[in-house]
């Protein structure tokens, strides 16, 4: 069963498209991710699931039921915010389940899923505290159990590990996806860290501009962009983008075996490998400690490489490189991926 389906749905500002009519489908069971840079729709998309926008286009289908029309409460969907939204004056306890007091469920059945709850995301022993005596990382597994206490099959996330460390965000990406796949959850979550979608999504869904660029597992958008736009966003190094010129690489003497229409050739830091056949001179060089990364001039554009750090002391003016043909992405003038 398809958990969100959109059939041509669009988002406009007045004259403004936040996002451009779309078709999407998110499978049941599936950890969704909704990526992009600031500004690119996520958020509104997730929104218009939630039922917080109206679509001015198109239909919304949730678990196979047209919810167009029908307010957020009557979406069966829960929700966790990027700032929690965590009542101070309440206890842990009391913000967990003070949505189903307002659904009028019945006492029994509120101490039943609270206790579950707070045992799943081992907060038993803080239901008495406020949120202001909470950490970080504590204060957001109380807005998840909030969520997850609803007993909603779909949960919708707006970059709720924005607000944590770079530590804490790590332990809870590992947290928060054992927990999707025990409970069997259908998750739809929103980030900008290309990092954090592709450690924990089962599908990526790659926007720009108010457009869906890709949607695909992890493995295949980084393996297969289809657009310069997906090749270069993702990656912790970005894809190598080098412009053609007669089927060489501008500027310079190295020919490829270019497709027809191949504009650009993409090709990986690490699919890079030094001691190849072309020679050329070092700009600059950055050591991480593991890694270092080379940056190599090709004609007036750059070529970056990674090596292990153990060469750092090994680079000089210039350097060798070399590539296996496989390893090139090739795309044309309207950047889209060009398969050869």
């Known amino acids: 069963m398809t958990a969100v389906r959109f059939d041509q749905v669009g988002k406009n500002w007045g004259a403004t498209a936040a996002l451009y009519p779309s078709d999407l489908s998110l499978e049941q069971g599936e950890f969704s991710v909704l990526l992009g840079p600031s500004g690119c729709g996520k958020t509104t998309t997730l929104r218009l699931i939630a039922g917080l926008e109206t679509p001015s286009s198109g239909r919304i289908k949730i678990f196979d039921r047209d919810v167009t029309e029908a307010a957020p409460a009557q979406r069966g969907v829960s929700m966790v915010f990027q700032n929690y939204a965590l009542f101070p004056h309440l206890s842990v306890a009391e913000n967990v389940v003070f949505g189903l007091k307002i659904r009028r469920v019945s006492s029994q059945d509120i101490a039943s899923r609270l206790a579950r709850t707070l045992d799943l995301l081992s907060l038993s022993h803080l239901q008495a505290r406020k949120p202001g005596e909470l950490s970080g990382g504590q204060q957001q597994r109380v807005a998840l159990a909030r969520a997850l206490v609803a007993d909603s099959k779909l949960c919708l996330m707006d970059e709720p590990l924005s607000n944590l460390d770079a530590q804490l965000r790590q332990e809870m990406r590992h947290e928060l996806r054992a927990l999707q796949q025990k409970l069997g959850l259908s998750v739809v979550y929103v980030t900008h860290d290309q990092t954090e979608a592709m450690s924990m999504a089962d599908r990526v869904v790659l926007l720009r501009d108010g457009r869906i660029e890709q949607v695909a597992t992890p493995t295949d958008i980084y393996q297969k962009p289809a657009t310069r736009f997906a090749a270069q966003f993702i990656g912790s190094a970005r894809m190598n983008m080098l412009e053609l010129a007669q089927g060489k690489i501008a500027g310079t003497e190295i020919s490829l075996n270019a497709p027809v229409g191949a504009t650009h050739v993409g090709i990986r830091p ?62 044309g003038q309207d950047g889209l991926r060009i398969v050869n």
């Open 270 to 331: 690490e699919d890079v490998r030094l001691g190849g056949q072309y020679r050329l001179p070092v700009d600059h060089t950055e050591f991480t400690g593991a890694d270092l990364m080379l940056h190599a001039k090709a004609g007036q554009q750059l070529i970056v490489v990674r090596a292990e750090g153990k060469h750092a002391q090994q680079v000089h003016g210039e350097i060798q490189l070399g590539w296996e043909e496989a390893s090139l992405h090739w795309f």
